[in-house]
Nanobody, 124 residues
Framework: QLVESGGGLVQAGGSLRLSCAAS????????VGWFRQAPGKEREFVAA????????YYADSVKGRLTISRDNAKTTVYLLMNSLRPEDTAVYYC???????????????????WGQGTQVTVSS
């Protein structure tokens, strides 16, 4: 089970931190990803992290502004979002899967488990 939190309304240039609390899995095998879907657009990859080892992966559009991290003790993955832009407005979803290969890490259909989503709105 994945539960997101932390979304909200923020002005351009501001920051938010999203959380994805995971339960019920063998976490050492998980890859956790963040995806987002803006109105009228397809869902797109944002970032991902391997639970074991902590390797991280980012979409080019967010590199340098967003940081994905994990807290092993809390079994929670975070997405720290800085320098937010109006185009970052979307519903943000976390997803997890125990067996994603590197070439599929940016593909939403490859993730088995999904959270309910949290709205992020960036005003200009």
């Amino acid at each position: 089970q994945l539960v997101e939190s932390g979304g909200g309304l923020v002005q351009a240039g501001g920051s938010l931190r999203l959380s994805c609390a995971a339960s019920g899995r063998t976490f050492s095998r998980l890859t956790v990803g963040w995806f987002r879907q803006a109105p009228g657009k397809e869902r797109e990859f944002v970032a991902a992290i391997r639970w074991s080892g902590g390797s991280t992966y980012y979409a080019d559009s967010v590199k340098g502004r967003l940081t994905i991290s994990r807290d092993n003790a809390k079994t929670t993955v975070y997405l720290l979002m800085n320098s937010l832009r109006p185009e970052d407005t979307a519903v943000y979803y976390c997803a997890a899967d125990p067996s994603i290969i590197l070439s599929s890490i940016r593909v939403d259909q490859q993730y088995e488990y999904w959270g309910q989503g949290t709205q992020v709105t960036v005003s200009s």
